[in-house]
Protein backbone atom coordinates (compact mmCIF):
# COMPACT_ATOMS: atom_id res chain seq x y z
CA UNK A 1 0.00 0.00 0.00
CA UNK A 2 2.59 2.26 1.05
CA UNK A 3 4.32 1.90 -2.49
CA UNK A 4 1.23 2.67 -4.27
CA UNK A 5 0.57 5.71 -2.36
CA UNK A 6 4.29 6.79 -3.33
CA UNK A 7 3.17 6.68 -6.93
CA UNK A 8 0.37 8.88 -6.43
CA UNK A 9 1.90 11.60 -4.36
CA UNK A 10 2.80 14.18 -6.96
CA UNK A 11 -0.81 13.27 -8.74
CA UNK A 12 -2.65 14.29 -5.48
CA UNK A 13 -0.64 16.35 -4.50
CA UNK A 14 -1.15 18.51 -8.34
CA UNK A 15 -4.96 18.17 -7.42
CA UNK A 16 -4.67 19.93 -3.82
CA UNK A 17 -2.47 22.25 -5.16
CA UNK A 18 -4.57 23.17 -8.13
CA UNK A 19 -7.77 23.52 -5.74
CA UNK A 20 -5.77 25.82 -3.26
CA UNK A 21 -5.62 28.85 -5.03
CA UNK A 22 -7.22 32.12 -4.86
CA UNK A 23 -10.55 32.02 -6.67
CA UNK A 24 -10.71 33.49 -10.22
CA UNK A 25 -7.16 33.65 -10.10
CA UNK A 26 -5.32 31.50 -12.48
CA UNK A 27 -2.84 29.07 -11.08
CA UNK A 28 0.28 28.23 -12.71
CA UNK A 29 3.13 25.38 -11.27
CA UNK A 30 6.05 25.20 -11.50
CA UNK A 31 8.37 22.05 -10.75
CA UNK A 32 12.26 21.39 -10.93
CA UNK A 33 14.84 18.33 -9.60
CA UNK A 34 17.30 21.58 -8.88
CA UNK A 35 17.21 22.80 -5.13
CA UNK A 36 15.77 26.07 -3.91
CA UNK A 37 19.26 27.76 -3.61
CA UNK A 38 20.92 26.75 -7.14
CA UNK A 39 20.24 28.28 -10.43
CA UNK A 40 17.95 28.41 -12.09
CA UNK A 41 15.68 27.96 -8.93
CA UNK A 42 16.57 31.55 -7.94
CA UNK A 43 15.45 32.92 -11.10
CA UNK A 44 11.89 30.88 -11.06
CA UNK A 45 11.14 32.62 -7.51
CA UNK A 46 12.03 35.82 -9.52
CA UNK A 47 9.96 34.93 -12.09
CA UNK A 48 6.21 33.68 -10.12
CA UNK A 49 6.41 36.87 -8.32
CA UNK A 50 7.01 39.34 -11.05
CA UNK A 51 4.02 37.65 -13.20
CA UNK A 52 1.98 38.11 -9.87
CA UNK A 53 2.99 41.67 -9.90
CA UNK A 54 2.59 42.21 -13.30
CA UNK A 55 -1.07 40.38 -13.62
CA UNK A 56 -2.01 42.02 -10.83
CA UNK A 57 -2.77 38.70 -8.95
CA UNK A 58 -4.61 37.32 -11.88
CA UNK A 59 -1.87 34.63 -11.89
CA UNK A 60 -0.55 32.63 -8.86
CA UNK A 61 2.41 31.00 -9.27
CA UNK A 62 3.80 28.04 -7.19
CA UNK A 63 7.15 26.48 -7.46
CA UNK A 64 7.78 22.92 -5.95
CA UNK A 65 11.83 22.81 -6.30
CA UNK A 66 14.24 19.56 -5.19
CA UNK A 67 11.97 17.05 -7.09
CA UNK A 68 9.29 17.70 -4.52
CA UNK A 69 6.62 17.43 -7.03
CA UNK A 70 8.34 15.77 -10.03
CA UNK A 71 11.89 15.49 -11.42
CA UNK A 72 12.62 17.69 -14.44
CA UNK A 73 11.91 14.09 -16.85
CA UNK A 74 8.66 13.28 -15.38
CA UNK A 75 7.85 16.96 -14.76
CA UNK A 76 8.08 17.58 -18.61
CA UNK A 77 5.83 14.70 -19.24
CA UNK A 78 3.15 15.69 -17.46
CA UNK A 79 3.11 18.94 -18.98
CA UNK A 80 -0.44 18.86 -20.77
CA UNK A 81 -2.24 17.25 -17.70
CA UNK A 82 -3.04 20.32 -15.50
CA UNK A 83 -0.69 18.79 -13.10
CA UNK A 84 2.53 20.95 -14.07
CA UNK A 85 2.25 24.17 -16.54
CA UNK A 86 6.13 25.01 -16.78
CA UNK A 87 9.56 23.19 -16.56
CA UNK A 88 12.78 24.95 -16.63
CA UNK A 89 14.93 22.31 -17.55
CA UNK A 90 18.47 21.75 -18.41
CA UNK A 91 17.66 21.58 -22.61
CA UNK A 92 19.28 17.33 -22.82
CA UNK A 93 16.14 16.27 -21.11
CA UNK A 94 14.24 17.54 -23.82
CA UNK A 95 15.96 15.15 -26.50
CA UNK A 96 13.42 12.62 -24.83
CA UNK A 97 10.94 14.47 -27.18
CA UNK A 98 12.25 15.41 -30.52
CA UNK A 99 16.02 14.21 -31.14
CA UNK A 100 16.90 17.59 -33.14
CA UNK A 101 16.88 19.38 -29.98
CA UNK A 102 20.09 17.72 -29.49
CA UNK A 103 21.57 20.15 -31.54
CA UNK A 104 21.27 22.17 -28.02
CA UNK A 105 23.93 19.94 -26.22
CA UNK A 106 26.81 19.58 -29.24
CA UNK A 107 30.08 20.25 -26.80
CA UNK A 108 31.93 23.23 -28.03
CA UNK A 109 29.29 23.94 -30.10
CA UNK A 110 27.05 27.31 -28.69
CA UNK A 111 28.81 30.16 -27.01
CA UNK A 112 28.18 32.61 -24.91
CA UNK A 113 28.67 35.41 -27.66
CA UNK A 114 26.09 33.23 -29.56
CA UNK A 115 22.97 33.15 -27.18
CA UNK A 116 23.30 36.67 -25.62
CA UNK A 117 23.14 37.88 -29.11
CA UNK A 118 19.43 39.15 -29.08
CA UNK A 119 18.50 38.07 -32.69
CA UNK A 120 20.63 34.88 -32.59
CA UNK A 121 18.62 34.02 -29.35
CA UNK A 122 15.74 34.66 -30.28
CA UNK A 123 15.88 32.31 -33.69
CA UNK A 124 17.09 29.84 -31.87
CA UNK A 125 14.68 29.32 -29.37
CA UNK A 126 11.71 29.84 -32.27
CA UNK A 127 13.99 26.88 -33.79
CA UNK A 128 13.71 24.46 -30.44
CA UNK A 129 10.24 25.02 -29.32
CA UNK A 130 9.11 24.36 -33.19
CA UNK A 131 10.42 21.33 -33.30
CA UNK A 132 8.55 20.69 -29.74
CA UNK A 133 5.25 21.95 -30.20
CA UNK A 134 3.29 19.41 -32.03
CA UNK A 135 3.95 17.60 -28.16
CA UNK A 136 2.19 20.32 -26.20
CA UNK A 137 5.01 22.44 -25.53
CA UNK A 138 6.52 25.65 -25.95
CA UNK A 139 9.93 27.13 -24.90
CA UNK A 140 9.82 30.54 -24.55
CA UNK A 141 14.01 31.08 -23.83
CA UNK A 142 17.00 29.71 -22.59
CA UNK A 143 18.91 30.79 -19.48
CA UNK A 144 22.46 29.88 -18.69
CA UNK A 145 22.95 27.03 -16.40
CA UNK A 146 26.82 26.84 -16.61
CA UNK A 147 30.04 26.33 -18.71
CA UNK A 148 30.52 22.77 -17.90
CA UNK A 149 33.24 21.81 -15.74
CA UNK A 150 34.43 18.00 -13.84
CA UNK A 151 33.92 17.62 -10.35
CA UNK A 152 35.89 14.52 -9.32
CA UNK A 153 35.81 12.91 -6.23
CA UNK A 154 39.39 11.74 -5.78
CA UNK A 155 41.30 12.41 -9.18
CA UNK A 156 42.54 15.48 -10.75
CA UNK A 157 41.46 15.84 -14.71
CA UNK A 158 44.79 17.43 -16.03
CA UNK A 159 44.43 15.35 -18.99
CA UNK A 160 42.29 13.98 -21.36
CA UNK A 161 43.71 10.43 -20.62
CA UNK A 162 42.54 11.10 -16.56
CA UNK A 163 39.22 10.78 -17.44
CA UNK A 164 39.65 7.04 -18.71
CA UNK A 165 38.10 4.21 -16.61
CA UNK A 166 36.25 7.05 -14.66
CA UNK A 167 32.26 6.86 -13.96
CA UNK A 168 31.36 10.17 -14.35
CA UNK A 169 27.35 11.69 -14.10
CA UNK A 170 26.80 13.98 -17.30
CA UNK A 171 23.52 16.21 -17.96
CA UNK A 172 20.88 14.45 -20.10
CA UNK A 173 20.91 13.07 -23.29
CA UNK A 174 22.59 10.25 -26.24
CA UNK A 175 25.29 12.98 -27.59
CA UNK A 176 27.13 13.90 -24.07
CA UNK A 177 27.07 9.92 -23.32
CA UNK A 178 28.86 8.91 -26.53
CA UNK A 179 31.12 12.22 -26.11
CA UNK A 180 32.31 10.40 -22.47
CA UNK A 181 32.63 6.98 -23.83
CA UNK A 182 34.50 8.58 -26.43
CA UNK A 183 37.43 9.15 -23.65
CA UNK A 184 37.08 6.01 -22.42
CA UNK A 185 34.81 7.23 -19.41
CA UNK A 186 31.67 5.33 -18.00
CA UNK A 187 28.58 8.41 -18.33
CA UNK A 188 25.57 7.74 -15.98
CA UNK A 189 22.40 9.89 -16.28
CA UNK A 190 21.09 10.88 -13.27
CA UNK A 191 19.25 13.70 -12.29
CA UNK A 192 21.03 16.86 -9.66
CA UNK A 193 19.26 15.45 -6.75
CA UNK A 194 20.85 12.10 -7.25
CA UNK A 195 24.16 13.06 -7.58
CA UNK A 196 25.65 14.24 -3.80
CA UNK A 197 24.34 10.84 -2.74
CA UNK A 198 25.81 8.73 -5.62
CA UNK A 199 29.14 10.55 -5.19
CA UNK A 200 29.39 9.38 -1.80
CA UNK A 201 28.45 5.64 -2.52
CA UNK A 202 31.22 5.27 -5.11
CA UNK A 203 28.28 4.55 -7.93
CA UNK A 204 30.16 7.85 -9.66
CA UNK A 205 33.69 9.21 -9.41
CA UNK A 206 32.84 12.36 -10.48
CA UNK A 207 30.25 14.57 -12.51
CA UNK A 208 29.88 16.80 -15.66
CA UNK A 209 28.25 19.68 -14.08
CA UNK A 210 27.99 23.65 -12.63
CA UNK A 211 30.22 25.60 -9.92
CA UNK A 212 26.40 25.74 -8.60
CA UNK A 213 26.69 21.92 -8.52
CA UNK A 214 29.89 22.01 -6.83
CA UNK A 215 28.81 24.38 -4.18
CA UNK A 216 25.14 23.44 -3.27
CA UNK A 217 25.15 20.16 -4.18
CA UNK A 218 28.51 17.86 -4.37
CA UNK A 219 30.18 20.43 -1.56
CA UNK A 220 33.46 19.00 -0.38
CA UNK A 221 33.13 15.49 -1.34
CA UNK A 222 34.16 16.50 -4.99
CA UNK A 223 37.68 18.09 -4.40
CA UNK A 224 38.83 18.16 -7.46
CA UNK A 225 37.76 20.66 -10.14
CA UNK A 226 38.60 21.29 -14.15
CA UNK A 227 37.21 23.34 -16.60
CA UNK A 228 37.87 22.47 -20.03
CA UNK A 229 36.85 25.92 -21.68
CA UNK A 230 34.49 25.77 -24.51
CA UNK A 231 33.34 21.95 -23.42
CA UNK A 232 29.68 22.69 -23.05
CA UNK A 233 27.24 25.10 -22.33
CA UNK A 234 24.75 24.06 -20.58
CA UNK A 235 21.36 26.11 -20.54
CA UNK A 236 17.80 25.65 -19.20
CA UNK A 237 15.38 25.47 -21.62
CA UNK A 238 12.17 27.41 -20.34
CA UNK A 239 9.29 25.55 -20.80
CA UNK A 240 5.78 26.02 -20.66
CA UNK A 241 2.34 23.85 -21.38
CA UNK A 242 1.49 25.48 -24.94
CA UNK A 243 -2.67 24.75 -24.39
CA UNK A 244 -2.41 26.36 -20.94
CA UNK A 245 -0.40 29.24 -22.10
CA UNK A 246 -2.81 29.37 -25.45
CA UNK A 247 -6.19 29.56 -22.83
CA UNK A 248 -4.68 32.64 -21.12
CA UNK A 249 -6.00 36.24 -21.83
CA UNK A 250 -3.61 38.06 -24.17
CA UNK A 251 -2.32 40.21 -21.19
CA UNK A 252 -1.57 37.08 -19.28
CA UNK A 253 0.22 35.89 -21.86
CA UNK A 254 2.15 39.00 -22.82
CA UNK A 255 3.56 38.92 -18.97
CA UNK A 256 4.68 35.89 -18.96
CA UNK A 257 6.31 36.35 -21.98
CA UNK A 258 7.90 39.52 -21.57
CA UNK A 259 9.12 38.65 -17.95
CA UNK A 260 10.88 35.58 -19.64
CA UNK A 261 12.36 37.92 -21.90
CA UNK A 262 13.45 40.34 -18.93
CA UNK A 263 14.96 37.81 -16.40
CA UNK A 264 17.13 35.93 -19.39
CA UNK A 265 18.18 39.61 -20.80
CA UNK A 266 20.15 40.01 -17.08
CA UNK A 267 20.53 36.39 -15.97
CA UNK A 268 23.38 35.58 -18.94
CA UNK A 269 25.75 37.85 -17.12
CA UNK A 270 24.44 37.66 -13.74
CA UNK A 271 25.45 34.18 -13.64
CA UNK A 272 28.82 34.60 -15.10
CA UNK A 273 29.98 36.50 -11.76
CA UNK A 274 28.23 33.82 -9.69
CA UNK A 275 30.01 31.19 -11.11
CA UNK A 276 33.17 32.48 -10.73
CA UNK A 277 32.19 33.54 -6.53
CA UNK A 278 30.92 29.68 -5.83
CA UNK A 279 34.75 28.50 -7.14
CA UNK A 280 36.31 30.98 -5.23
CA UNK A 281 34.02 29.99 -1.81
CA UNK A 282 34.81 26.16 -2.92
CA UNK A 283 38.54 26.77 -3.41
CA UNK A 284 38.75 28.62 -0.28
CA UNK A 285 37.32 25.49 1.64
CA UNK A 286 40.30 23.31 0.32
CA UNK A 287 38.93 22.22 -2.74
CA UNK A 288 41.37 22.52 -6.06
CA UNK A 289 40.64 24.02 -9.46
CA UNK A 290 42.02 24.37 -12.66
CA UNK A 291 41.60 25.58 -16.36
CA UNK A 292 42.54 22.60 -18.59
CA UNK A 293 45.43 23.21 -20.58
CA UNK A 294 44.60 24.36 -24.34
CA UNK A 295 46.40 21.63 -26.32
CA UNK A 296 44.76 19.00 -23.70
CA UNK A 297 41.22 21.15 -24.86
CA UNK A 298 41.81 20.52 -28.16
CA UNK A 299 42.34 16.61 -27.89
CA UNK A 300 38.85 16.34 -25.83
CA UNK A 301 37.51 18.78 -28.76
CA UNK A 302 38.67 16.67 -31.13
CA UNK A 303 37.42 12.93 -29.66
CA UNK A 304 34.26 14.58 -28.69
CA UNK A 305 33.42 16.83 -31.98
CA UNK A 306 33.93 12.90 -33.79
CA UNK A 307 31.66 11.60 -31.00
CA UNK A 308 29.22 13.46 -32.48
CA UNK A 309 29.23 12.44 -36.32
CA UNK A 310 26.49 10.14 -35.93
CA UNK A 311 24.28 12.84 -34.52
CA UNK A 312 25.91 15.78 -37.76
CA UNK A 313 24.92 13.49 -40.03
CA UNK A 314 21.76 12.38 -38.90
CA UNK A 315 20.46 16.12 -38.25
CA UNK A 316 21.68 17.63 -41.20
CA UNK A 317 19.08 19.63 -42.08
CA UNK A 318 18.63 20.67 -38.10
CA UNK A 319 22.56 21.68 -38.56
CA UNK A 320 21.46 23.71 -41.36
CA UNK A 321 19.06 25.86 -39.87
CA UNK A 322 21.22 26.84 -37.22
CA UNK A 323 23.85 27.75 -39.25
CA UNK A 324 21.51 29.89 -41.26
CA UNK A 325 20.18 31.62 -38.12
CA UNK A 326 23.99 32.13 -37.34
CA UNK A 327 24.94 33.81 -40.69
CA UNK A 328 21.67 35.63 -40.41
CA UNK A 329 22.43 37.17 -36.58
CA UNK A 330 26.17 36.39 -36.08
CA UNK A 331 28.32 36.55 -39.20
CA UNK A 332 26.05 39.31 -40.92
CA UNK A 333 26.05 41.31 -37.90
CA UNK A 334 22.79 41.99 -36.98
Known amino acids: MKMVWNKAAPWLSAIVI ?3 GAAGAAEMIITSEIPLATNPSPYIQQFIEEVG ?3 DGAIQGKYFPASQLYNDRDGLAALGTGAVHMVWPVSSR ?6 RVGVASLPFALTTEEMTNPCFAKGF ?8 EPRGMQVLGFLRTADLIFLMKNRDIQKVEDLKGQ ?3 VIGG ?6 MKSVQASPVSMSASEMSAALSQGAIDGAMT ?4 WADVLGSTAKYATL ?15 LWLDSLPEAQRKAIVDTVADISARQWQETVAKDRELIDQMVAKGGHYRVMAPEEVEKLKARFVAAGEGFRNKQAATLAQLEKVRKECIHDGK
Open 167 to 169: KVR
Open 228 to 242: PPGMGLATSAITVDK
Open 94 to 99: LEQFDP
Open 125 to 132: TEMISGYL
Open 210 to 213: SPAG
Open 174 to 179: QIMLDA
Open 18 to 20: GCS
Open 53 to 55: KRT
